[in-house]
């Protein structure tokens, strides 16, 4: 099968444990790259914080960000196009988090916002404060994110975090509920939430759409539940060996973890 796009997960995926894209990754990019096949970004980051790793990974194409809530491009420094969460529904969202007194990441147009410190935002910020790169990569405390929801002139996505996963469970299932949401986890303790419809396969199925690229002629990588529908719906969907079960079900093929040179041994083998 002769694909045409490699969509990559980022984190847990493209992304070794060490936080870094390792170097037999870069070369199976480029290699694709030079066989005249796409490779875009498809991760649960904010653009500021995906930059970084599209520079490291040498792409050229948007990246699909915020779990498919938007599409940026960096050459323009610009969205080209996404579905932000309504006012109104943020509203919601913290009315909800507060009940249940889980912490909150809110990703806004330029900065991401936290309500509360912690052990994951205190190593983020450390790893925004040794980039290099320009424009750096805003995390402010808001101890209150009320205002920045009335004022803040784009709301991309929230990011729910508890350690105590029966509560951050909870919290979950309020918000899908309401039937306003994606409501994805993440990371074992962190779960996404966007305005509903919003979702990796989405955007990626949308993107590809605009370029003339049909599904069944894109391979994607993850390892995560918020990948599992991207998976499921592309060409050939290839899961980390760092994923839970469910999404290796999800896959047409499962490859070793994220810490080895699996995932570029497999866009060798795949392109």
Known sequence: ??????????????IDGSGRVRPHTCA???HARAKGVEVVAVTGRHHSVTRPYHEALGLTSPAICCNGTY??????N????????????????LAACRRHGVAMLLYTDEIMYFDTPSPHIA?????????STVPAPRLDHAADLSPIVETAATLWKFVVTHS???????SADELEALGLFGVEYSWHDRVDVMRRGNSKASRLIAWAASQGIEPADIVAFGDNFNDMEMLLQV????AMGNAPDAVKAAAAETVGSNDTDAIGEAIFRLV
């Open 1 to 14: 099968m002769a694909y045409r796009l490699i969509a990559l997960d980022l984190d847990g995926t493209a």
């Open 164 to 170: 105590d996963a029966v509560r951050l469970r909870a």
């Open 235 to 238: 060409g050939h969907g290839v």
């Open 78 to 93: 610009r969205t080209e196009c996404g579905d932000p969460m309504p006012r109104e529904a943020a509203r919601a969202v």
């Open 123 to 131: 190593k983020l910020s450390a790893w925004i404060s040794s980039l």
């Open 71 to 76: 599409v940026y491009d960096f050459a323009a």
């Open 28 to 30: 199976a990019v480029a």
